[in-house]
């Protein structure tokens, strides 16, 4: 076959209906994110489904763009969950590069599939690698060189497989439950039909995703949230972000997907049924409001370790890079903002353990972490935030954490060290303002000692002084090691001098610094 048209099209989604059919109960049985409610594959299934059956019904003998759009509007108009809405987006962003084409060659499907991957990705709130958008952009990376149609197909295919196998090792709770993704594989499914379409041969649908066990939701359990889904008509373009903000504060799995001609099906689990429909209402006009219980998941094995992590919220994206290589799982906020109740989900609920300890890095941090673990969304999980007022104390608490402590006797040495921890800083004022220690002017440095001005120092004075001025205040009621977080603005040298002032002052007092990345404070000091 030298190019899809629109007879291709419609035997595509025939053969993508006929192996999601196989797959159903195998990828349900896999079904462990975002929510274990075994039904992945009935969703994917019901979507395709529709979409087939509204090409059937609008059968189209222009172009494959014709049909392309078709099933795309029948996708978006049946999807369920969060794969189906997704599975809709691909259709979408193939309908809209094949637009202006009658058929699809090689190029224009490699181009075609690129689009799909930013589509879908657009759609979603809040991205995780490990999903069906991993397959979806390892498919596009590997279609930049394109040849003729077979052998896109074969690329796409190929790289799509592959993709899949990686997923456990991209979300922790795939690799503890030991299966791969169920959106995914189901995503992988519909490219491998693909490829036989247009080869001619039969499409491969054995498969080695099975759960090692399987265990249908408990439908005696009261729901501990909802899973939120309804058509939304009239909505201007500008109200889309608007409103998908507002379902990321409600809950999770957010999704806000378009048909390309201005309609749009909505997807949220959150607690709030009512708030979650008012978003809605104030963006457009919904319809076909589907509301389905989410029931506590049973593992679907029990995990080999311990059941239990250590995640951190912090400012600062080479703090959350150091944070990384230690091995621990951290959510980066640019300063001066606040994370998304959706975001702090994330973080908790990706991990692959029961018991979650959430170091925050600051006030707003600690707010935001305390909303997240009293959120319906968490389920059974047991989590537990410790405060701590700067990255310096995240630090201390993650040096004393041991996994092989008892849970709550961790966090105590974990809460134990943050609150030991003083805290210092070294800013530059912005503007002018009183301190108790005198008026301050736009430019001047100002040093903080847990949250207190203890100096301020003229514009143009050397910064090493200024640090040395509050790092000696700090100490003179003892220490034995300063950590030092320098921000965006710290020049180069800076940590050598203080390390040098230091040394010649108080020899006995180990020091280490590390970038921080935060652009509100030149230096973070902590003393210990």
């Known amino acids: 076959m030298r190019a899809l048209d629109e007879h291709a099209i419609t035997a595509w989604a025939a053969a993508c209906v006929h192996s999601l059919e ?106 995780v690698q490990g999903t069906m958008l991993s397959v979806l952009q390892a498919v596009a990376q590997a279609v930049t060189d394109p040849g003729d149609l077979a052998d896109v197909v074969a690329i796409a295919a190929k790289a799509a497989s592959e993709a899949l196998e990686q997923t456990p090792h991209q979300l922790p709770v795939l690799a503890s439950a030991g299966v791969v993704d169920a959106g995914a594989r189901g995503l992988v499914a519909v490219f491998d039909a693909l490829a036989g379409v247009v080869t001619g041969t039969e499409t491969q649908i054995a498969h080695s995703c099975e759960a090692h066990t399987s265990s249908e939701p408990d439908t ?13 008509d009239e909505v201007a373009d500008a109200d889309v972000p608007v409103l998908r903000r507002a379902l990321s504060e409600l809950g999770d799995s957010v999704t806000v997907a ?58 600062g994206e080479e703090l959350a890079t150091l944070l990384r290589e230690e091995g621990f799982a951290v959510l980066a906020v640019p300063d001066h903002s606040t994370p998304s109740v959706e975001e702090m989900l994330g973080l908790i609920t990706e991990r692959a353990a029961g018991h979650i300890t959430v170091l925050a890095g600051g006030e707003s941090l600690t707010r935001a972490a305390d909303d997240a673990a009293g959120h319906p969304m968490i389920g059974d999980r047991d989590v537990v935030v410790i405060p701590c007022a700067s990255p310096v104390q995240v630090l201390s608490a993650l040096a004393v954490h041991d996994a092989g402590r008892r849970a709550n006797d961790d966090v105590v040495a974990m809460a134990e060290a943050a609150a030991a921890t003083r805290r210092g800083e070294l800013v530059v004022a912005a503007e002018e303002s009183i301190t108790w220690v005198g008026r301050a002017h736009a430019g001047d440095l100002i040093g903080f000692v847990d949250g207190e001005v203890v100096l301020v120092e003229p514009a143009g004075a050397p910064l090493a002084e200024a640090a040395m001025g509050v790092l000696s205040r700090m100490l003179a009621v003892g220490g034995e090691l300063v950590t030092v977080l320098t921000g965006t603005e710290a020049p180069a040298g800076l940590t050598d001098e203080l390390r040098e002032r230091l040394r010649a002052q108080r020899p006995e007092v180990e020091f280490v610094d590390y970038p921080g990345g935060q652009a509100d404070a030149v230096l973070l000091i902590g003393v210990e």
């Open 22 to 127: 196989v797959l159903c109960p195998a990828i349900n049985g896999i079904n462990v994110y975002p929510v274990a409610d075994s039904d992945t594959g009935s969703n994917l299934l019901h979507t395709m489904s529709g979409a087939h059956a509204r090409l059937a019904a609008e059968p189209t003998t222009d172009s494959a763009a014709a049909a392309l759009s078709v099933l795309a509007r029948g996708a978006v108009l049946a999807a369920r969950g969060n794969s189906g809405v997704i599975l809709s987006q691909v259709l979408r962003g193939l309908a809209e590069t094949a637009a202006a084409a009658d058929e699809l060659d090689g190029p224009t499907l490699a181009k075609a599939l690129a689009n799909a991957h930013r589509t879908a990705t657009d759609a979603v709130a809040r991205p």
């Open 220 to 232: 005696e359990q009261a729901p501990y949230a909802w899973e939120v889904m309804y058509l939304l």
């Open 258 to 315: 378009g048909d390309g001609s201005g309609g749009h099906a909505v997807h949220v689990h959150c607690a709030d049924i009512g708030a979650a429909i008012e978003a809605g209402l104030r963006a457009g006009r919904p319809s076909g409001i589907r509301v389905e219980p989410l029931i506590t998941p049973t593992p679907i094995e029990p995990p080999s370790g311990p059941d239990r992590a250590v995640v951190a919220v912090v400012h």
